[in-house]
């Protein structure tokens, strides 16, 4: 599969660009009754994601390409099928290949509609 399915690319469920922290990023939120958001991101072009912390604690899955996340002086690359946890408050940023698409979970509300 090269793209997530069309139900969870719902034009309704668009994160706005502002709330993004990688530039040319596409991707989708659904909230949690509990606050919790999941997220679905592609990035066609690859790039690097800014240094960012969350209040809440972060878990994300790779489901195509790589991303290598940069955290407490170290690069972590996380393939296909590898997942990794950020706890909060941990500031993190990171970079993605062309083509990387990831499925997040957050403990709080992370991104907005736009």
Not at 11 to 17: D, G, R
Request: no cysteine.
């Amino acid at each position: 599969m090269e793209e997530f399915p069309g139900f969870m690319r719902n034009p309704a469920n668009k994160i706005a660009a502002e709330t993004q922290y990688t530039s040319g990023i596409e991707g989708y939120v659904f909230d949690g009754a509990d606050g919790s958001q999941m997220a679905f991101w592609t990035n066609p072009k690859g790039g690097i994601s800014a240094e960012h912390t969350h209040d809440y604690d972060e878990y994300f899955v790779v489901v195509q390409g790589q991303y290598t996340v940069i955290m407490e002086g170290g690069r972590i690359p996380v393939s296909v099928g590898e997942e990794i946890f950020i706890p909060k408050g941990t500031p993190h940023s990171g970079e993605s290949l062309p083509g990387t698409r990831t499925i997040h979970a957050f403990g709080g509300k992370r991104a907005k509609r736009g």
